[in-house]
Each structure stands twice: as structure tokens, then as C-alpha cells.
């Protein structure tokens, strides 16, 4: 059975860092999406359960990493020069693709609030 472990979210300043975890019970190819306050979930990045690919959405390239470990069924999601509006609930899903639809199964979410 597949399961997903979000850590990693907290209280941190304008263009501080964070980085997120996301414990899985196998090897998946995995997708960060994030959920503002009072907005619809929305793509961040994801990552080929090989590693060898890599997609982010524009708002966040250059500044969010997204990497693996494979030896431990975890992902990572770095996210550097954070902004006001990174806030969000930050969840990992298994699955392929920019939309939720390609996505089957989903973590608990860890909230991320980025104070100006």
C-alpha cells in the first residue's frame, strides 16, 4: 500500500529557506503541488522515481529544487528565496504530470508560511 510522509514545513522569513521531506512507503515518481489560503492545489515540481527527470512550475524554477534519495524512498523539495506568496500547505502525491488528475495518491500536507 502506498503511503506519503510530508515533513519539513514551518514559520520562516521572506527570502529564507526551507527544505521539505517526503517519506514514501516505495519508489515512486513523485510531484510537490502546494495549496494557498483560499486557492485551488496547484503543480510545483516533480521527479522521475529514477531520478532523471525533473519539471518545476515557472513561479518557483530557479529557486526550488526538487532531488531524491533512493536508498531511503524519500524526496526532497529545497525551496530557497522564499516568498510571501510560497505560503501555502505543501503536499507530495505519486503519479506524472502538472495536474492533480495524474496523481493517485497523496500525503497529509505541511504548511509553509512565509512572513514579509
Known amino acids: 500500500q502506498v503511503h506519503l510522509v510530508e515533513s519539513g514545513g514551518g514559520l520562516v522569513q521572506a527570502g529564507g529557506s526551507l527544505r521539505l521531506s517526503c517519506a514514501a512507503s516505495g519508489r515512486y515518481s513523485i510531484g510537490w503541488f502546494r495549496q494557498p489560503p483560499g486557492k485551488e492545489r496547484e503543480f510545483v515540481a516533480h521527479i522521475h522515481w529514477s531520478g532523471s527527470t525533473t519539471s518545476y512550475a515557472d513561479s518557483v524554477k530557479g529557486r526550488f529544487t526538487i532531488f531524491r534519495d533512493n536508498a531511503k524512498n524519500t524526496v526532497y523539495l529545497q525551496m530557497n528565496s522564499l516568498k510571501p506568496e510560497d505560503t501555502a500547505v505543501y503536499y507530495c502525491?505519486?503519479?506524472?504530470?502538472?495536474?492533480?488528475?495524474?496523481?493517485?495518491?497523496w500525503g497529509q500536507g505541511t504548511q509553509v508560511t512565509v512572513s514579509s
Open positions: 502525491a505519486v503519479g506524472f504530470g502538472v495536474a492533480r488528475s495524474g496523481y493517485n495518491f
